[in-house]
């Protein structure tokens, strides 16, 4: 009786022990290359924007001509409160491939990878012709083909963010796979 007491001990002590090595195992960062054409930008002081947005766009969109550049939202510019802005997009209207991305300061519970993600999935829909933002700041947007009115149609049930929001979730899987060994 005692030999299978100890034998037991001896065996949830080595599980243990293999628990904590694979634990510890420090995880090691893939390296990249991408193309010249992918300019991307922080200007922000969340650290892994620029990557996991190229990332996502190089290695999982297969998007290898864009320049985003990433600022951190304006403090003060939502202050109704009737929505929390984690980020928004913006496409430079005088130049096909190029975005402004605006993010807040503090993600709070927020992941950052699905936010990015989510903001990644914009530049697709823009980039695809699919999403249109008016240029004249007319809150409306542009999406297959349907105008949507960003005053008349909240948030969570525009067409463009509900597709985001599906696309984003498959993001932070996939970018833990690919960037680290």
Known sequence: MKKNKLFIVIII???????????SKKRVMNKFTFPTELIIKNNTAHNGVDTIAMVILNKIMKIDTINIQFYNIKDGLFKDGS???MAFIEKVSFNKHQYVIFLAK???NNNISEIIGHEMVHVK?????????SISHENYSIYKNDTIFYLKIPYEIRPFEIDAVKEEKSFSND?????YK
């Not at 002590?13 to 634990?23: A, H, T």
């Not at 970018?175 to 960037?179: G, R, T, V």
């Open 13 to 23: 002590i080595i599980i243990f022990i293999i628990g904590i090595i694979l634990l």
């Open 83 to 85: 929505i929390d802005i």
């Open 106 to 108: 503090d993600f709070k």
């Open 125 to 133: 829909q823009m980039e695809n012709g699919e999403l249109v933002q």
């Open 175 to 179: 970018l833990y796979k690919i960037l």
